[in-house]
């Protein structure tokens, strides 16, 4: 089926160059089908592949170094405007009102009570400006203020001996991230982008800032989260993308 | 055109050691799931985005990003264990040493010039100069596409190769005209084993028939 594909397209090709061309196709059919017993039967390349992809995140904490900081630029390198993106277009983007909403918290940690924005933004804020590099390809540069993870994980007695931090957003998006990840010194609960208030297309009311992970990996409109040592897996992590997704 | 049953009765050359056949097939296999999966991944993102160049989908690996992305780090694997694998065993054997040297730029114009004439002689034992300078590049262009992959992949980690390239956007550029550079080699190689089909039985079982060039 695949070599199909690579059969000649044109009738004027001369005779000896027809020739050479089906020889060639032929080859790289062969070559295709090699690869074809896996690619045709899901549950095979599933389960490879899955295993790879597993595999893969082990290889990632591994050499994931915690104390490796992500690169920093200046304002004048800010992408202006920064891109929208979702799993949904901008004008179906959730909006949360202020009023009446808190982080909830969950699983492993001591002290669960729900923190409002008023309360979080009473803690020491931090800034960043960093580069957000979408699993896609492109890459945009922002600049997110808030609290810094780590600390909040453990003013708030999270278990950081834990696997994974986990979250659930307000647009039905999730995700999770791994403990070391969580507790690097530049992942951040970002309440601001370029110093204001976070702009609802960026998630308001709070977004994770992981600049050492991919986009996707910084859930947006969060609404509650919890430390877990069951895998929580993500809105993109269960279809098929990498989990730990380090940069 | 000779008999078979003189064919026959020549005595067998050795050209390809076990090795490099090894290396070789799981190259090519690598690369192939590589480049496939990579151009689904290129389409999700095009590196330069005024061109709007895309490639057919159809010719790509992976069904969607997620399922391109898999394939592409899991063949990533395969691809880089086995060539470093054969660089190891090619340098520490002086395999590599003495087929590809010496080799300078004034021997690849001549043979170049040789070969644009037709007049360019090959045998399966000894390469020419232009095809000591093609191996020797694809090599490279190999080497600088791991690299700069592993930058794409891990431009925190390894932000200070990363920055050799100009950073995370510049290490995509080079991963992209590194698998440029491998899918002309790759063209090349693929019309000249055709245009020398005896050249393909020797990197299957490894060795020819004397005088096998004769043929050409």
């Not at chain 1, 960093?130 to 994980?153: M, Y």
């Not at chain 2, 390809?16 to 389409?43: D, E, K, Q």
Request: charged share 15%.
């Amino acid at each position: 089926m695949k070599s199909k594909l690579l059969l000649p397209q044109s009738s004027t090709l001369l005779n000896v160059e027809r020739r050479l061309f089906l020889k060639r196709s032929l080859s790289l059919g062969a070559l295709a089908m090699l690869t074809g017993c896996d690619a045709t039967d899901p549950t095979i390349s599933e389960r490879i592949l899955g295993a790879m992809s597993k595999w893969n995140d082990e290889v990632q904490l591994a050499i994931f170094n915690p104390n490796k900081l992500a690169p920093v630029y200046t304002e004048a390198d800010i992408t202006d405007p920064f891109p929208f993106n979702a799993f949904y277009t901008e004008d179906e983007v959730t909006t949360v009102e202020e009023a009446g909403y808190s982080l909830e918290l969950g699983g492993l940690i001591a002290n669960k009570a729900s923190w409002t924005l008023e309360r979080l933004r009473a803690l020491p804020q931090v800034s960043q400006i960093t580069r957000h590099i979408c699993v896609e390809g492109w890459s945009a540069i922002g600049k997110w203020g808030g609290v810094n993870f780590g600390d909040f994980l453990r003013l708030v007695g999270a278990d950081t001996s834990a696997k994974y931090v986990g979250f659930k957003c307000a647009d039905d998006y999730y995700s999770s991230i791994d403990m070391a990840t969580a507790l690097h010194p530049q992942t951040i609960l970002a309440l601001t982008f370029r110093d204001k208030v976070l702009p609802v297309k960026y998630g308001f009311p709070m977004k994770l800032r992981v600049p050492t992970k991919l986009g996707f990996k910084n859930p947006k409109h969060i609404m509650s989260m919890y430390v877990t040592n069951d895998y929580p897996g993500g809105y993109w992590e269960d279809q098929g993308y990498n989990w730990f997704s380090g940069s | 055109m000779t008999t078979v049953e003189s064919f026959e009765a020549r005595p067998r050359v050795h050209v390809h050691p076990l090795f490099v056949r090894v290396f070789h097939w799981l190259n090519a296999l690598g690369i192939f799931l590589m480049i496939a999966s990579g151009w689904r991944i290129y389409n999700a993102s095009p590196v330069f985005e005024s061109l709007d160049f895309t490639f057919p989908n159809s010719v790509t690996l992976g069904g969607w990003l997620g399922g391109a992305l898999q394939w592409h780090f899991a063949a990533m694997w395969l691809l880089v264990l086995n060539f470093l694998m054969y660089l190891a065993l090619g340098l520490a054997s002086g395999h590599l040493r003495r087929r590809l040297t010496p080799v300078s730029p004034h021997a690849v114009a001549t043979d170049l010039g040789r070969a644009l004439q037709g007049k360019l002689p090959h045998s399966g034992t000894t390469y020419n100069a232009v095809q000591k300078a093609s191996y020797i590049g694809v090599l490279i262009a190999i080497l600088v596409t791991i690299i700069s992959g592993a930058c794409v992949w891990k431009p925190v980690q390894l932000q200070e190769l990363a920055s050799l390239m100009g950073g995370y956007e510049g290490a995509r550029v080079v991963h992209f005209f590194g698998m440029t550079a491998i899918s002309a080699f790759i063209l090349m190689h693929l019309a000249l084993v055709l245009i020398v089909p005896s050249t393909l039985f020797p990197m299957i079982v490894g060795w020819t028939r004397k005088d096998n060039h004769d043929e050409i």
